[in-house]
Nanobody, 129 residues
Framework: QVQLVESGGGSVQAGGSLKLSCSVTESSSIIKCVTWFRQGPGKTREGVASIYFADQDTRYIDSVQGRFTISLSNDENIIYLEMNNLKREDTATYSC????WGGGSCDSLSDVDGDFDLWGRGTQVTVSS
């Protein structure tokens, strides 16, 4: 059964960089799009960035635009989230989630419909000043 496994989290000082990976354990052919979510301490979960596999169209929330980049590996089995100029408010558990072909729309970063088909367990990112 296909799974998503995150890695690359850690502790970094403000202004630093990290690159997260979301690895698909089997063929990614069933995946239509992937969104990186984060949930900071005392905060609600929010979608940060998404990528649509067919044309690699990307979306970002305003707070990370220009600092974060979501991308696909050549074999489409790893979804990266490169994070630069990190701020303390970026501290959170980062998780990736996928929607399958035939499933919900990929037009939004929101999980309000609860229609993501697959979730990873997350990786912790801590940014200190």
């Amino acid at each position: 059964q296909v799974q998503l496994v995150e890695s690359g989290g850690g502790s970094v000082q403000a202004g630093g960089s990290l690159k997260l990976s979301c690895s698909v354990t089997e063929s990614s052919s069933i995946i239509k799009c992937v969104t990186w979510f984060r949930q900071g301490p005392g905060k609600t979960r929010e979608g940060v960035a998404s990528i649509y596999f067919a044309d690699q169209d990307t979306r970002y929330i305003d707070s990370v635009q220009g600092r974060f980049t979501i991308s696909l590996s050549n074999d489409e089995n790893i979804i990266y989230l490169e994070m630069n100029n990190l701020k303390r408010e970026d501290t959170a558990t980062y998780s990736c989630a996928a929607k399958f072909w035939g499933g919900g729309s990929c037009d939004s970063l929101s999980d309000v419909d609860g229609d993501f088909d697959l979730w990873g367990r997350g990786t912790q990112v801590t940014v200190s000043s």
